[in-house]
């Protein structure tokens, strides 16, 4: 079983070096890439309620936000941000990192230090 679970997007520069952090730590790494296995309502409601940051911060105000037509203002509640981060996965502030009941969004990502 892995200490750590890391919900990753290769494609992020943060994401990757979370993991390479944890690599090098000799962290043993559970990593779900969430685009390709989106997180359920119960996992994502875990999450909001539980990291370290407001859960308006877990919605990415990205472009893909701005195509959607999305209002920040409009995501500030935890059930607002798990409804939201449920049709559009893409928008998750990532990575999101877990090590048994602390979760951690690690930006940046020295931010993982304090699982380690």
């Known amino acids: 079983m892995a ?3 890391v919900y990753h997007n290769p494609n ?3 994401s990757r070096g979370v993991l390479e952090i944890l690599g090098e730590a000799g962290v043993a790494v559970d990593v779900v890439q969430y685009l390709k296995t989106p997180l359920s309502k119960a996992q994502l409601e875990t999450i909001v309620g539980s990291i370290d940051v407001e859960p308006a911060e877990l919605v990415r105000d990205d472009n893909r936000f701005k195509e959607l037509g999305l209002n920040k203002a409009d ?4 059930a607002a941000v798990v409804k939201v981060l449920l ?3 893409e928008l998750m502030q990532r990575p999101i990192a ?3 009941k602390t979760v951690i969004l690690a930006r ?3 931010k993982i230090n304090a699982l380690l």
């Open 87 to 89: 049709a559009h996965p």
């Open 75 to 78: 995501y500030t509640t935890k």
């Open 108 to 110: 940046p990502k020295d």
């Open 3 to 5: 200490d750590v679970v």
């Open 98 to 100: 877990i090590k048994g």
């Open 12 to 14: 992020c520069g943060t």
